[in-house]
């Protein structure tokens, strides 16, 4: 695997829950993963990361996501800390992530949030505030949304081309963390 790494020039990462595990976060589909230990809701985590789930229950949602995503202690795990080693190397030139737990770089993902409304922004440490409440716009008073894609979402084409024009300019691939079972992203490959 070494040799592969330094014989390679272009590396992608295609990852998923599963490299945020050694942090404590959960993953979605192991044995203790959120599909399968979460029952206090009285509904599954994927119907509360809905987008149709969001906007009708957003206390339910936020409630949800401030126990699972938000009021964690995670840090960065070795995993992270080798991709940002091949990235000062040169060698890792993306990452293809569905992890919405901003790990792999502090500036994006749960740690940004915005109004659907008027697009007023809303940092991680004021919506973290909130302690699980509902977060509103303090421009409009819309309900605040992560900047992540819920389930009934679309991906963002752009961005999805993006990341199939780089896997598929690799010369290393490498994929962690995932079971390839959410699509579109697994399809990417």
Do not use: W
Not at 30 to 54: A, R, W
Not at 118 to 144: L, Q, T, W
Request: net charge negative.
């Amino acid at each position: 695997f070494a040799e592969l790494i330094r014989d390679s020039n272009n590396i992608v990462f295609f990852g998923g829950a599963g490299v945020s595990t050694e942090s404590g976060m959960k993953d979605y589909r192991s044995e203790d993963g959120l599909y399968n230990t979460v029952k206090q809701y009285k509904v599954s985590p994927e119907t509360i990361l809905s987008h149709s789930f969001f906007c009708q229950h957003p206390d339910v949602f936020y409630d949800f996501y401030y126990h699972y995503f938000l009021d964690t202690s995670a840090e960065p795990n070795h995993a992270h800390i080798a991709l940002a080693e091949l990235e000062k190397m040169g060698k890792l030139m993306a990452i293809v992530t569905q992890n919405i737990d901003g790990l792999h770089q502090r500036d994006g993902t749960i740690l940004r949030h915005h109004c659907p409304n008027c697009r007023a922004f809303m940092d991680y440490e004021k919506v973290k505030s909130f302690k699980g409440k509902v977060p509103r716009c303090e421009k409009c008073n819309h309900v605040i949304k992560p900047d992540v894609v819920l389930y009934e979402e679309p991906l963002n084409e752009q961005i999805t081309l993006s990341a199939i024009d780089v896997i598929s300019s690799a010369d290393m691939l490498i994929i962690g963390g995932t079971s390839l079972a959410v699509y579109p992203a697994a399809g990417f490959l």
